[in-house]
């Protein structure tokens, strides 16, 4: 075969794509990479100063993808390095520790730390987000449970693994995801084909099981104020009773926070006259 066409062919087939990785510090960013590229685990905590740069190939169908991986060191003093690598990225691996919530509660700044830093050019439409819920090997130490952090990310369409750079655990099928999503993306002239399944689950819902998860008491939960009459309880029950039944919500949660609406509304028929 004449070698320009075969160069060319080639070529429509190797991609080139960048990926970034975000979180606080010490979540296990580099080592959730390294147990990728390395096929180890390094127990000893080195922060990445500012930026490590890594370069991997990788197969999706037919494609060879070269993937640029920029891993960003999460702690706040390395933010004048990290800001100059956010654009141009095609993925980004969002990572918190499930024992520490405040890594947990971070996703929100890393988003709003990323879109501000890619300032016009952020569209979130042609970026693929992969969450992962590390260290799921400490399971005593576990604070922020599967379908917390499974709701967070499903309800933004972003992927969700459980995943250890300890012992390897989801780790090879969340890059597998995380690749075969972008070449998608990238076959898809830079834009997100629609997912094949639906989330199946609306934002009500996905914020009526937060609310609930945070209520602080009864009345909180059932959203009345506290004194309120039989009627009032009853009418605010069957309201979140009817947009989180387990027969009809999906959402990551709905079934314990269907449980907790249930106990709530007994406890406070108890004492109401
Ligand atoms: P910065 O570079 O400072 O942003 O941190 P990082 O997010 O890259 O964290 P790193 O990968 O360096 O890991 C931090 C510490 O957590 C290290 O001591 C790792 O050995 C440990 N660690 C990372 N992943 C896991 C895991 O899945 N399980 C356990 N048990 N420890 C982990
Ligand atoms: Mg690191």
């Given at each position: 075969?004449?070698?320009?066409?075969?160069?060319?062919?080639?070529?429509?087939?190797?991609?080139?794509?960048?990926?970034?990785?975000?979180?606080?510090?010490?979540?296990?960013?580099?080592?959730?990479?390294?147990?990728?590229?390395?096929?180890?685990?390094?127990?000893?905590?080195?922060?990445?100063?500012?930026?490590?740069?890594?370069?991997?190939k990788?197969?999706?169908?037919?494609?060879?993808?070269?993937?640029?991986?920029?891993?960003?060191?999460?702690?706040?003093?390395?933010?004048?390095?990290?800001?100059?690598?956010?654009?141009?990225?095609?993925?980004?691996?969002?990572?918190?520790?499930?024992?520490?919530?405040?890594s947990?509660?971070?996703?929100?700044?890393?988003l709003?730390?990323?879109?501000?830093?890619?300032?016009?050019?952020?569209?979130?439409?042609?970026?693929?987000?992969?969450?992962?819920?590390n260290?799921?090997?400490?399971?005593?130490?576990?604070?922020?449970?599967?379908?917390?952090?499974?709701?967070?990310?499903?309800s933004?369409?972003?992927?969700?693994?459980?995943?250890?750079?300890?012992?390897?655990?989801?780790?090879?099928?969340?890059?597998?995801?995380?690749?075969?999503?972008?070449?998608?993306?990238?076959?898809?002239?830079?834009?997100?084909?629609?997912?094949?399944?639906?989330?199946?689950?609306?934002?009500?819902?996905?914020?009526?099981?937060?609310?609930?998860?945070?209520?602080?008491?009864?009345?909180?939960?059932?959203?009345?104020?506290p004194?309120?009459?039989?009627?009032?309880?009853?009418?605010?029950?069957?309201?979140?009773?009817?947009?989180?039944?387990?027969?009809?919500?999906?959402?990551?949660?709905?079934?314990?926070?269907?449980k907790?609406?249930?106990?709530?509304?007994?406890?406070?028929?108890?004492?109401?006259?």
């Amino acid at each position: 075969m004449d070698t320009n066409v075969q160069k060319r062919r080639e070529n429509k087939k190797s991609l080139r794509v960048k990926v970034i990785s975000l979180g606080n510090a010490e979540v296990g960013k580099s080592c959730i990479i390294k147990r990728y590229c390395e096929k180890r685990f390094v127990p000893k905590y080195l922060a990445t100063i500012g930026i490590d740069y890594g370069v991997t190939k990788v197969q999706v169908r037919d494609r060879e993808i070269k993937v640029n991986i920029f891993d960003m060191a999460g702690h706040p003093f390395f933010y004048e390095v990290r800001n100059e690598f956010y654009k141009d990225s095609q993925g980004v691996i969002l990572v918190y520790d499930v024992g520490l919530r405040e890594s947990f509660d971070a996703l929100d700044s890393w988003l709003t730390e990323m879109k501000q830093e890619m300032g016009s050019q952020a569209n979130m439409e042609s970026i693929i987000f992969v969450v992962c819920a590390n260290k799921v090997d400490l399971t005593k130490r576990r604070v922020v449970d599967e379908s917390e952090g499974r709701l967070w990310a499903e309800s933004r369409g972003f992927h969700y693994f459980e995943t250890s750079a300890q012992s390897g655990e989801g780790i090879s099928e969340m890059f597998q995801a995380f690749f075969s999503s972008i070449t998608d993306m990238c076959e898809n002239g830079g834009k997100k084909p629609a997912p094949e399944v639906s989330i199946g689950f609306t934002k009500e819902q996905a914020d009526t099981i937060r609310r609930i998860r945070n209520s602080k008491d009864s009345w909180d939960m059932l959203g009345v104020k506290p004194g309120a009459t039989r009627e009032e309880v009853n009418k605010a029950y069957r309201k979140l009773a009817v947009l989180l039944h387990p027969d009809k919500c999906v959402a990551p949660g709905s079934e314990d926070a269907f449980k907790a609406v249930v106990n709530a509304r007994t406890s406070l028929l108890k004492n109401i006259k």
